[in-house]
């Protein structure tokens, strides 16, 4: 049985409403909770399937964890070396970000692991991770063609290396630097575009040194974690259907509090102003070393744009909302230089150019992204084939069509966003949801 997604059009967006914690932060917060010594506490985590697969594969591990409850958790960290060897596979759901993180941590212990994930994860590349850890002296094997599962054997010693990323991707810089708390010497990873630094500030807010400078970042062994108390805000990309919907729905005037405005997360906000969108950020304050605003978020004309590059790999999670925003606007949209988009949960380029084509939008698409001309959003039915993302981007575009929208296979917007269809019909939009 699988769940469907039905918009009946009109409306707006109006209220003050929390999104779910930030799912990096929350991926990361029970990662280094569970590798530090003494007991961390964690309050906003998301409970969603991505963050409790994570859970889980600790708990396997010999991770005393309590909760999560209302958001909280507790974590009684075991130290860098009190890891135990899991009893079975480690199931990562549909979260890359967990496989590809947890890779370089097993690559450091001394037992054999295998991380397995559903249909999606398990056609998703792993050798980006796969690759320079077995340059570190990993023993790590894939699937044939690169894909999950991963089988991870301990090795007498990791040894660091002086990375040069070919792509812009946290999750690949991530990995390699929990794996070189492991690695003898001191690892360096550099990156072409900025990304996401989560790993690097929650780090040092575990008390751990890591040492960055423009687009490097090092990190030697030889350290602890300290246990901590954790607040996550609000994740800006589950914010971005919100931030988008009211944008381009008439009368609209919504209040996201305390989101997380990471300057490595708000393309999102750099590409909708830059498309005429009325988004202020009040409150702005620091919580647990990650910058932290509300986002007052109202309709607007919005035109469209040529997306500059640099801003892709700072959005990259948020171009599903971002694209449903530019079939709103007036003129033509170019994104360029997103070929990573073709191998998130789904081939997203390739999945929005079809669901935005079969809701009448004009759009053609390239290799590394997409032209779309802004017009009339027609009603329609769309696949989103299982991503999260997609399914919860075509339900704003309801809010503007000029008939239903019907969206299938939303069941993993669970992952990230257990609650999106009671939030969103709760400030505005007229959806329901039927088990087909």
Same mark, same amino acid.
């Given at each position: 049985?699988?769940?469907? +997604?039905?918009?009946?059009?009109?409306?707006?967006?109006?209220?003050? %409403?929390?999104?779910?914690?930030?799912?990096?932060?929350?991926?990361?917060?029970?990662? +280094?909770?569970?590798?530090?010594?003494?007991?961390?506490?964690?309050?906003?985590?998301?409970?969603?399937?991505?963050? #409790?697969?994570?859970?889980?594969?600790?708990?396997? =591990?010999?991770?005393?964890?309590?909760?999560?409850?209302?958001?909280?958790?507790?974590?009684?960290?075991?130290?860098?070396?009190?890891?135990?060897?899991?009893?079975?596979?480690?199931?990562?759901?549909?979260?890359?970000?967990?496989?590809?993180?947890?890779?370089?941590?097993?690559?450091?212990?001394? +037992?054999?692991?295998? #991380?397995?994930?559903?249909?999606?994860?398990?056609?998703?590349? =792993?050798?980006?991770?796969? &690759?320079?850890?077995?340059?570190?002296?990993?023993?790590?094997?894939?699937?044939?063609?690169?894909?999950?599962?991963?089988? %991870?054997? @301990?090795?007498?010693?990791?040894?660091?290396?002086?990375?040069? =990323? @070919?792509?812009?991707?946290?999750?690949?810089?991530? !990995? #390699?630097?929990?794996?070189?708390?492991?690695?003898?010497?001191?690892?360096?990873?550099?990156?072409?575009?900025?990304?996401?630094?989560?790993?690097?500030? =929650?780090?040092?807010?575990?008390?751990?040194?890591?040492?960055?400078?423009?687009?490097?970042?090092?990190?030697?062994?030889? +350290?602890h974690l300290a246990a901590t108390d954790m607040t996550v805000p609000g994740d800006i990309s589950s914010a971005a259907f919100f931030i988008v919907g009211a944008s381009i729905s008439k009368a609209s005037r919504i209040e996201i509090i305390n989101v997380g405005v990471n300057p490595t997360r708000t393309g999102i906000l750099l590409v909708l102003n830059q498309m005429g969108a009325d988004i202020e950020l009040?409150?702005?304050?620091?919580?647990?070393?990650?910058?932290?605003? &509300?986002?007052?978020?109202?309709?607007?004309?919005?035109?469209? %744009?040529?997306?500059?590059?640099?801003?892709?790999?700072?959005?990259?999670?948020?171009?599903?909302?971002? #694209?449903?925003?530019?079939? !709103?606007?007036?003129?033509?949209?170019?994104?360029?230089?997103?070929?990573?988009?073709?191998?998130?949960?789904?081939?997203?380029?390739?999945?929005?150019?079809?669901?935005?084509?079969?809701?009448?939008?004009?759009?053609?698409?390239?290799?590394?992204?997409m032209r779309v001309q802004g017009g009339q959003i027609r009603g329609g039915a769309v696949d989103s084939h299982g991503d999260h993302r997609i399914a919860m981007a075509f339900a704003m575009a309801g809010l503007v069509s000029d008939a239903d929208i019907q969206i299938d296979d939303c069941d993993n917007v669970a992952t990230s966003f257990p609650d999106f269809h009671s939030l969103a019909k709760s400030c505005?939009?007229?959806?329901?949801?039927?088990?087909?």
């Open positions: 049985m699988s769940k469907r +997604f039905n918009i009946h059009p009109g409306g707006s967006l109006k209220g003050v %409403i929390r999104v779910p914690g930030d799912k990096s932060m929350s991926h990361r917060s029970v990662i +280094f909770g569970a590798l530090a010594e003494g007991i961390t506490h964690v309050s906003g985590l998301l409970e969603g399937e991505d963050v #409790l697969a994570t859970i889980a594969a600790f708990r396997a =591990m010999g991770v005393n964890i309590e909760g999560p409850d209302d958001g909280r958790l507790v974590v009684h960290g075991v130290g860098l070396k009190g890891l135990q060897k899991p009893q079975h596979d480690l199931d990562m759901g549909n979260s890359g970000t967990a496989m590809r993180l947890l890779s370089g941590l097993l690559c450091g212990q001394n +037992f054999s692991s295998r #991380l397995v994930g559903d249909k999606s994860l398990s056609e998703r590349p =792993m050798r980006r991770v796969v &690759d320079p850890l077995t340059e570190m002296g990993a023993k790590i094997s894939t699937a044939v063609g690169g894909t999950p599962p991963l089988q %991870i054997d @301990p090795v007498s010693g990791l040894h660091a290396i002086d990375y040069k =990323m @070919p792509m812009a991707s946290a999750q690949v810089k991530s !990995c #390699l630097l929990l794996a070189a708390l492991y690695a003898q010497g001191k690892t360096c990873v550099t990156e072409p575009a900025p990304t996401r630094d989560h790993t690097e500030r =929650m780090l040092r807010g575990f008390d751990y040194p890591v040492y960055s400078d423009g687009d490097r970042v090092c990190l030697e062994p030889g +350290f009040k409150n702005e304050r620091v919580i647990g070393g990650e910058p932290v605003a &509300d986002l007052v978020v109202q309709s607007a004309p919005l035109h469209g %744009i040529h997306i500059d590059e640099r801003h892709v790999p700072l959005a990259i999670d948020e171009f599903p909302a971002i #694209l449903v925003a530019a079939a !709103c606007a007036t003129g033509e949209t170019v994104l360029s230089g997103a070929e990573e988009l073709r191998v998130k949960e789904s081939d997203r380029i390739a999945v929005m150019a079809r669901g935005l084509s079969d809701i009448g939008v004009d759009v053609s698409e390239t290799s590394d992204g505005g939009l007229h959806i329901t949801v039927t088990d087909i």
